[in-house]
């Protein structure tokens, strides 16, 4: 008799999950892996042929060169490039190109540095996404401190290769952060493929974007911001 009220009980338990207005609402991690890659509102785009006015900095290192952002030949030190002209929403699509060079450095660094969701245009104010950190030995998205406890996702298999420019797409939706990365040109070439992602409780949604590093030389172009 157990057995047969137990399998009573489920049925009802069905049934009315299946009614109207009391279907079980979706988790966050019952988003669709792809969701976010396409369509949205486009709010801001960037090709830096007009200079930097849409932007805020404090070292006079960064600028345009060669109609591409660069992050100059002298060390930053994570003074970053803060977007002013638009804040990020709270789901978006990032989009954009990026490209590391030797340049004057006596070697390669990587380092490939974007920042996200911070409120007062400082580093580490929201989600660090790095590619290449460390000396290209490190992958990460953080959230703080991007040294130790604040990372929230690490990857150590893929590294910056000299010269090649990689396509990001970032989307924050609702508490997850999600990276894709391509590379553009050349026998690797494709489409996006996810290369980290983070599910966050207590997630950074401030209006903050801007480019960052320490002190690697990279090149950024094509940023498309959208609201989805």
């Not at 999600?178 to 050349?186: D, I, K, N, P, S």
Request: charged share 25%.
């Amino acid at each position: 008799m157990n057995r047969v009220a137990s399998l009573v009980s489920l049925a009802l338990v069905a049934l009315l999950l299946s009614a109207p207005g009391c279907k079980k609402r979706p988790r966050s991690h019952d988003i669709p892996a792809r969701l976010g890659l396409t369509g949205g509102t486009l709010l801001f785009e960037e090709d830096f042929e007009k200079g930097l006015s849409a932007w805020t900095t404090t070292p006079k290192n960064w600028r345009v060169e060669d109609g591409r952002l660069y992050t100059g030949d002298k060390q930053n030190e994570n003074e970053g490039l803060w977007l002013n002209a638009v804040p990020l929403p709270a789901n978006v699509r990032i989009e954009f190109e990026a490209t590391s060079v030797k340049g004057n450095n006596a070697l390669f660094e990587g380092d490939i540095k974007v920042e996200l969701g911070g409120r007062d245009l400082a580093h580490a104010s929201g989600y660090v996404v790095i590619f290449g950190g460390w000396k290209n030995t490190v992958n990460a998205i953080a959230k703080g401190d991007e040294h130790g406890d604040g990372r929230l996702a690490v990857d150590s298999a893929r590294k910056v290769k000299e010269g090649v420019t990689y396509r990001f797409v970032i989307v924050r939706l609702n508490s997850e952060v999600r990276w894709y990365l391509a590379e553009q040109g050349g026998k690797d070439a494709g489409e996006p493929e996810l290369l980290l992602q983070v599910r966050d409780d207590d997630p950074a949604l401030g209006g903050d974007f801007g480019f960052n590093n320490w002190n690697s030389r990279v090149y950024f172009d094509k940023l498309r911001l959208f609201a989805l």
